[in-house]
């Protein structure tokens, strides 16, 4: 297996506080790998550091099975990157600025403008300057000048903030679509559980700087489990019911009027029969799926399950 | 090199400097033109011979480059760390090392060719005045422009290399008003003029300066690649 992004004991310290600390990260070749963490845990910091613009203070990155140094700039002609705030020259219209971009990128192909603005979607900005975009629109012009050059990695932090909910499911299409055909291997980091849910091949979960876990998508879709959910209107009788009547004991009380029931053995109707049975109102039912967004927030409560 | 200058000129539209620059030769022109002509109505000797009005000429315009050069220096480099767009710069597959000396050098050759060339616009101008109003009393001798042109030549080049030391002050903290004031400060060094006295003719001011200006350039780009862009 080829790993286009390594890192091995990444660590970065801002004034004597260490925002990064010890990550060994691994891409692989063609994946997408979809960075999770509560903001000002450290993924834009990592990203900063894979792109050269911050330093580590210790550990390495190894890019494209190279080492990456301070003169390393044949690589960064490699990749595509959005990090944080997509930032143009405001002056210039949409296609000066990506005319800039080839330029300095040594890319020289007539089509490749305007089959970039094809690709995000984005029309009728020819003579529009920059300054005037709306935050979708810039966020997508900084996809288009991410992908134009045709990178072999792509990093792309928050890259669909600002996009309505068209655009995002436009833009995930789009990161599917380069990931199958062209094999681009795209890193790419949100706070937005459920869109990483929908694209990542891999994901890494990174809390106060520290990677707590690197996965496949696969193993935690594997791992999640069916369970049924009922809003009722007394946590405590219910709770009652479901321990000595049941004899359930594998559910979860999410809030005082929410509860998870985990165990399959006893049927959907006959819980709901009992409650009923015993006076308790219920809202409303549910069968669910565990998601990520579960997973992430076990995995930063420190996996402590209440019950 | 030269295509990174040539990018960069395209980037940040020198074309509309170099026409405001022409505007700024013209109203030095007039200014010049309108002091010889109040002060000839009013029957006062202004210029005692062609040294004197030529080096005035030639303070006004240094003053004004180094000004302009202090406006470029925050458009091309100061303003580029402030909106960030740095950090698009600072991806590209381009030392950077090569992008920082690309806008200085523009700067620098900016100051010098224009220096230069406004004095022989304005100077040029004054003389055909003075054909027709005659303003000075003693006729422009070859030797003494070739005097004075050698001196514009050495001041242009003093000049430009310390039109960089604003950067120094300006990218403590990103700020264009800050390198603007400073090169205020740099003119009150080497344009004033006490009857006659300038600092300037001091040789030793304006070559220090300079070589203050050529570390400034160095130490802004000496320890760039392993500076972090952003914090």
Redesign the interface.
């Known amino acids: 297996m080829t790993y286009i992004v390594r890192t091995t004991q990444l660590t970065k310290t801002y004034m004597g506080k260490e925002v990064v600390s010890n990550v060994n990260m691994n891409i692989k070749k063609g994946e997408i790998y979809g960075f999770l963490g509560p903001n000002g845990a450290g993924k834009t910091t990592i990203m900063r550091m894979i792109t050269n613009l911050v330093k580590p203070t210790g550990g390495e990155i190894e890019l494209f099975g190279e080492k990456l140094t301070n003169h390393s700039y044949h690589l960064l002609g490699r990749m595509g990157t959005i990090i944080e705030y997509p930032i143009f020259y405001e002056k210039l219209t949409a296609k000066k600025n990506l005319e800039f971009h080839c330029e300095y990128m040594g890319f020289h192909e007539s089509k490749a403008i305007d089959e970039a603005l094809d690709l995000v979607h984005l029309k009728n900005v020819d003579d529009k300057l920059v300054k005037e975009f709306s935050l979708g629109m810039k966020q997508r012009l900084g996809i288009a000048r991410a992908i134009i050059t045709k990178p072999e990695l792509l990093i792309l932090d928050e890259p669909i903030n600002g996009l309505d909910p068209v655009g995002i499911k436009e833009i995930r299409d789009l990161f599917k679509l380069l990931s199958a055909e062209y094999g681009v291997t795209i890193l790419i980091s949100s706070h937005i559980l459920g869109e990483i849910e929908q694209i990542a091949d891999t994901i890494g979960v990174i809390n106060h700087g520290k990677l707590i876990e690197e996965v496949a998508m696969e193993q935690i879709r594997e791992k999640n489990t069916e369970f049924i959910e009922f809003v009722t209107n007394d946590c405590r009788k219910s709770v009652f019911v479901l321990e000595h009547i049941l004899k359930i004991t594998n559910f979860r009380v999410i809030d005082n009027r929410l509860i998870r029931v985990y165990d399959s053995s006893v049927p959907q109707s006959e819980i709901t029969k009992t409650f009923v049975l015993n006076d308790i109102i219920i809202e409303s039912i549910h069968k669910k799926n565990s998601s990520l967004e579960d997973h992430f927030l076990t995995l930063l409560n420190g996996g402590g399950i209440s019950a | 090199m030269l295509k990174l200058i040539k990018?960069e000129m395209?980037?940040f539209k020198m074309g509309g400097y170099v026409r405001s620059s022409l505007i700024t030769n013209v109203i030095i022109l007039g200014v010049i033109c309108l002091i010889s002509y109040v002060e000839n109505l009013e029957g006062a000797v202004v210029f005692e011979d062609y040294a004197v009005a030529l080096q005035l000429i030639e303070t006004i315009i240094r003053a004004t480059f180094i000004i302009f050069a202090a406006v470029l220096i925050s458009r091309l480099v100061i303003n580029e760390y402030k909106?960030?767009?740095i950090?698009?710069?600072?991806?590209?597959?381009?030392?950077r090392k090569s992008l920082i000396i690309a806008k200085l050098l523009i700067v620098v050759i900016f100051t010098f060719v224009n220096i230069v060339a406004a004095n022989i616009f304005v100077g040029g101008g004054f003389y055909l005045l003075d054909q027709f109003a005659q303003i000075v009393p003693d006729q422009l001798t070859l030797s003494g422009l070739g005097k004075h042109s050698a001196s514009v030549v050495m001041n242009a080049l003093a000049t430009s290399c310390m039109s960089l030391i604003p950067l120094y002050f300006g990218m403590r903290k990103f700020s264009g008003s800050t390198t603007i004031i400073s090169s205020i400060f740099i003119v009150l060094i080497v344009c004033q003029d006490m009857n006659g006295f300038t600092l300037n003719s001091i040789v030793f001011v304006p070559i220090t300066l300079a070589v203050i200006g050529a570390i400034t350039a160095y130490l802004a780009i000496r320890n760039i690649?392993?500076?972090?862009?952003?914090?």
Do not use: A
């Open positions: 990018l395209k980037k909106n960030k767009s950090t698009v710069l600072f991806m590209y597959p381009i030392n690649e392993n500076k972090d862009v952003i914090h």
